[in-house]
């Protein structure tokens, strides 16, 4: 481990990250405003005709991945898992599961993908398994196996109850009793993830085993889990009540998550994190070639906070979040994130992700006016758009590209162990993991042959599906297509800076990407009403906006929902 | 005047046979027994020489405490049949002369139940206070620190009404409020139906956990050591349940449902006490007005019934005028079953000579189907273990499924005989060769011996309700005085491995016989060999 001190607390940790800004690069780390394609393995593609699909139907939509111009993709766990919350409760860090392949399969995905040009990353959860992987198996037998300590275990209260006042996201108490060994242990999402004990030494170092292990054998990089709970409080202090909604904005569960109440002073984002993230960066940067980790930062303030875990080419390269996503009461609220993400993206960084695995969809969630309105399609491309053409690119979670609206499932039809806590103030996220609808003739999209695929597909996704839109030359898929196409050669959009407009009405977005000799506009109307903001001269407009929009006396004239990006006319 | 008619006694001394339906006959084929299988068996039952069944939950269920866990107290769940079903059952019971008890789970209700269902949509709605709902504390947390029986919190945060409900066991299993007069209400209706429906009474489940406190208080730390085998895996035990069971207003409850059973005759109350503190509870919960019978968990949690231990207790609890009536018993479906908890399995004589012991005692006693045939606890591995406390705490507490498999009645057959299909818990081995019809053909199995000592016993009325006074009690003997009027008859035990002696007391003793078990007087001198008994009665 580096000898560099690093300091105690979270406030200098803030201060250290702010004293240290960074430059544009050029030329461009591919990372740093790639595009990446979030593949939801388990609904992406079968193969097998299980109902669930698996890597090699990946490996047949290699090529439709590559035609999107995405710089690379993140495919979700596939590891042996119980899948009691699918995939992310792991068993076997160093194998596939049997449901979604063989080994065999990944070599041959991950060459595949080689082949066109795509950079693969992996999914890796640093901070806890399964409870029936073999690690917990033995921690759990006694207080003195040579696994005790890899799980952070404590006494019960002399009340018997848990040993702090720390709650698990997913509802109820974050410690769960174990009559084996007569404690409690700490599991801050499902009772079956145990949170692993980081801090000591033999743990990180199993756990950089298991990360070496595909760096060895090619992998690009990793999306890693729930960074901010890498590590917990040593002393496992109580957390104090939070003061009013605003401390925990941006925690899911519906409104009333009890989570929100507290402060997450203990159990989240705490300091002895940073020595791990150090770790597990000198470890990727040990190998050849640009490999990343890309963090998932979530239950915290991740705009402001991002720039702790990616600190100067320490600590991960970036982070990705849910601000975009949970911060979506206004419109005003929303763009103010934007600001505060642009003046905090100084030496860290972090991706814009409009939707995930994990929330529910983009346009359903940002713009439910415009899907009310029957304009999905319309607002599903503003969005690509914006996603495409702000700082630190972004992350487009599987079917977005499709301009896929939230289904409404029925509570039977639910599998999220998060959404059958939490029923019906939080439908969980069953309804963005949807399988892909890939045929618009087939009752099951094309995903599966099997008699009935473990979600099912919404009807109104058949007529989004990705064989009709293909041949539309005005669909999402083909819009963003030519996006991204255009974007790769834009020095602006890949390496320049960027100011957040706050003088434009809502609900216009405007924003300005830049390098030291050149310069591009954002404008974007988010509303479903023509709009017009004030520009001096006739713009030269790039060929990947909206048509109608036009420049007239004086004034840009934005219809609902259209955008444009253009250099300043002469 | 209640009590007053003839045979009102009755259950005094009852003998109680306690049949789990899901576990004793299935007439489906579905892997789950049936009121028609229990209605198939009655012959079976009468024929034990008992005086009532009590039958575990049969009404409308999610099953998720096994029928535990009540969604409709009116109606018979599909899986055991239909309202006639028992309407049928209860005609074959009482033309056989055996009463019918019915578990009534009144403490909590599933969380399906039409009452919760309502309950939780809002806090205003007009069942808003039939649960115990409760706000958080400031940080979000519980409103205090109460713990479930069966792991974690004993409140569940609801997101519809965004606050916490109390659950003493399954979350699936929402407190009522009996605080609430309407609660209490609807409580007597739904026991009324059944008592206008002809039961002769009911086991009331968890009856010391009806109240709460209404302040909410934290319970105190534990400051001693777990006594109870069945709990020392559980943070349950590290609290002493001064607030969240038990509470003093409890007994008006009890009074109430007493007044409802007494317009009825011959109905009788059986009450099912907790752990801690239990002996003070009996007193309070079977002195007169409330309940007729009470069982705590003295003998049921055990790993050892020593003779001493059986006297203390029952002096404990009292047996004076106005000291209330107990209710014995070594197994039931909470339990590990007693021949292996106690370590008989190769010694079932061990066993059979303790359950002969409390049927002598001063009060009822009963007996879970299988102990008859001295089955052993059933290993159930992890996979199949249907009972949700048991996935919690295993392998520490593997739960109840061990004394919850099905009754094996061939030891030829398929699944014991029990089913035609895929038992819903397996019929072990050790099960199917203990079975009814291997157990029948033996002139000295425990079943035929069981059978023969309840015959005798029925004829001795002292026994079932005079009053008792221990004699001579040391590790192994057990002996004592049971009498009425001018009728005296003397019980002696030996618990012990070794042959044991035991003085006469004063008077004229006359040797009974009959009733099967190994003892020889001479003189003033009773030997007693290893589970023998010998009864005598002392001329006037």
């Known amino acids: ?387 495409a053409t702000l700082l630190g690119g972004g992350i487009i979670f599987q079917g977005d590209e499709l301009g896929l609206t939230q289904p409404r499932l029925e509570f039977e039809d639910i599998r999220d162990p998060w959404a059958k806590a939490f029923w019906p103030e939080f439908e969980g996220r069953d309804g963005i993991r949807t399988p892909m609808p890939w045929h618009h003739g087939d009752r099951k999209g094309g995903f599966t042959i099997a008699p009935r695929p473990w979600l099912p597909i919404p009807k109104e996704h058949l007529s989004a599906a990705v064989d009709l839109q293909e041949e539309d030359d005005n669909s999402v898929l083909n819009f963003l297509r030519r996006l991204l196409n255009w974007r790769r050669e834009e020095q602006p959009v890949r390496i320049g800076a960027e100011t957040i407009r706050l003088d434009v009405p809502s609900p216009l977005l405007a924003f300005e990407r830049y390098t030291a000799d050149d310069r591009i506009s954002v404008t974007v109307n988010l509303g479903l009403e023509e709009r017009r903001i004030a520009l001096e001269k006739p713009p030269v407009f790039a060929p990947v906006g909206v048509e109608e929009v036009l420049w007239e006396a004086g004034h840009l004239h934005l219809p609902g929902l259209s955008f444009a990006a253009f250099r300043a006319g002469e | 005047m209640p009590n007053s008619n003839a045979g009102a006694d009755w259950w005094k001394g009852a003998i109680i046979y306690q049949i789990y339906p899901r576990s004793f006959l299935d007439t489906t084929g579905n892997g789950i027994g049936d009121l028609q299988g229990i209605a198939r068996k009655l012959d079976y039952v009468a024929e034990l020489g008992v005086d009532a069944i009590w039958i575990s939950p049969f009404v409308k269920s999610p099953m998720q405490d096994m029928g535990y866990d009540v969604s409709d107290y009116l109606a018979v769940d599909p899986l055991f049949g239909t309202l006639d079903d028992f309407h049928m059952l209860l005609e074959g019971a009482h033309d056989r002369g055996i009463r019918v008890i019915m578990d009534q789970v009144l403490s909590h209700t599933s969380n399906q139940h039409a009452w919760f269902l309502e309950s939780r949509d809002g806090r205003n709605n007009r069942k808003a206070d039939w649960y115990v709902w409760a706000d958080w504390k400031a940080d979000g947390s519980p409103p205090n620190n109460w713990l479930s029986v069966f792991g974690g919190s004993s409140w569940q945060w609801e997101p519809r009404r965004d606050q916490y409900y109390l659950h003493n066991f399954l979350r699936d299993q929402p407190d009522l409020n009996f605080h609430n007069d309407e609660v209490q209400q609807a409580l007597l209706d739904v026991c009324r139906f059944w008592l206008d429906l002809g039961v002769d009474g009911f086991r009331l489940d968890v009856c010391a956990f009806y109240m709460h406190d209404t302040q909410l208080r934290d319970n105190p730390p534990n400051p001693d050591e777990p006594t109870g085998e069945h709990f020392r895996f559980n943070p349950y035990s590290k609290q002493l349940h001064k607030y969240d069971i038990a509470q003093p207003e409890n007994v008006h409850f009890l009074e109430k449902l007493r007044q409802l059973t007494d317009e009825y005759e011959n109905r009788v109350l059986l009450g099912e006490l907790h752990e801690g503190d239990g002996i003070r509870i009996h007193r309070d919960y079977t002195a007169p007005g409330r309940l007729h019978l009470a069982y705590g968990y003295w003998l049921l949690g055990a790993h050892d019934i020593s003779a001493k231990q059986i006297a203390r207790i029952s002096e404990d609890l009292g047996h004076e005028f106005g000291d209330g009536w107990p209710c014995w018993a070594m197994d039931n479906h909470d339990f590990s079953r007693a021949v292996s908890r106690l370590g008989f399995e190769d010694e079932p004589e061990a066993f059979l000579v303790r359950l002969v012991a409390l049927t002598c005692l001063r009060g009822a006693t009963c007996i879970y189907q299988g102990s008859e045939l001295a089955l052993p606890q059933a290993e159930i591995p992890y996979e199949k273990i249907a009972d949700r406390y048991g996935r919690e705490f295993f392998p520490a507490f593997k739960g109840r499924d061990g004394s919850r498999t099905p009754m094996p009645w061939e030891s030829a057959a398929p699944h014991g005989g029990f089913s035609k299909g895929e038992p819903w818990l397996p019929v072990t081995p050790p099960h199917a060769t203990l079975a009814v019809d291997a157990q029948d053909q033996t002139p000295g199995s425990i079943l035929n011996r069981l059978r023969g000592f309840l015959r005798w016993r029925s004829g001795q009325e002292t026994i079932r309700t005079g009053a008792i006074r221990f004699c001579q009690v040391d590790e192994h003997v057990l002996s004592f005085l049971r009498h009425s009027g001018e009728d005296h008859i003397l019980c002696a035990f030996n618990f012990g491995k070794e042959d044991a002696h035991l003085m006469l007391p004063e008077g004229d003793w006359t040797e009974l016989h009959g009733h099967g078990f190994l003892g020889a007087r001479e003189r003033d001198d009773i030997h007693l060999p290893a589970n023998g008994a010998w009864f005598g009665r002392k001329s006037a």
């Not at chain 1, 597990?280 to 963090?295: C, N």
């Open chain 1, 1 to 387: 481990m580096k000898a560099s001190a690093y300091p105690a607390g979270r406030e200098a940790l803030l201060a250290e990250a702010l004293l240290h800004r960074a430059e544009p690069r050029d030329p461009a780390e591919w990372w740093r405003e790639a595009m990446i394609y979030e593949v939801y393995i388990r609904s992406f593609h079968d193969a097998s005709g299980t109902g669930m699909g698996d890597l090699r139907g990946v490996i047949q939509k290699l090529d439709y991945i590559r035609d999107l111009g995405v710089d690379g993709f993140w495919l979700s766990p596939f590891f042996p898992s119980p899948h009691k919350d699918f995939g992310y409760d792991i068993v076997d860090f160093r194998s596939v599961d049997p449901r979604y392949g063989t080994m065999d399969d990944f070599y041959a995905l991950l060459e595949g993908a080689h082949a066109r040009g795509l950079r693969l990353l992996l999914d890796f959860v640093p901070g806890h398994t399964s409870d029936e992987h073999p690690w917990f198996q033995e921690s759990r037998k006694s207080r003195d196996n040579p696994k005790a300590h890899w799980y952070v275990w404590a006494d019960a209260g002399a009340d018997g109850g848990p040993p702090n006042n720390w709650l698990s996201s997913f509802g109820g108490s974050a410690w769960r009793w174990d009559a084996i060994r007569a404690q409690y242990v700490y599991h801050p999402f499902l009772a079956c993830q145990p949170a692993l004990d980081l801090t000591n030494p033999e743990v990180l170092d199993a756990v950089i085993g298991n990360l070496c292990f595909w760096l060895d054998m090619g992998v690009d990089g990793f999306r890693l889990d729930a960074v901010q709970c890498l590590c917990c409080d040593p002393a496992l202090r109580s957390n104090p009540p939070s003061i009013s909604d605003e401390d925990n904005g941006m925690v899911g569960g519906g409104p009333h998550n009890p989570f929100k109440r507290q402060l997450h002073l203990f159990d989240r984002d705490v300091p002895q994190a940073v020595p791990v993230l150090e770790r597990l960066r000198d470890t990727v940067s040990s190998y050849d070639g640009e490999r990343v980790l890309i963090g998932e930062l979530a239950d915290m303030d991740a705009s402001r906070f991002a720039v702790k875990y990616t600190l100067q080419e320490r600590r991960l390269h970036a982070v990705y979040d849910f601000d975009l996503i949970n911060g979506a009461e206004s419109f005003e609220k929303w763009v103010g994130v934007l600001d505060i993400r642009s003046k905090y993206m100084a030496s860290g960084w972090t991706k814009n992700a409009f939707s995930n695995h994990d929330s529910i969809r983009a346009v359903s969630n940002l713009l439910p006016q415009a899907v009310e309105a029957g304009r999905a399609a319309d607002a599903a491309k503003a969005l690509l758009f914006v996603q």
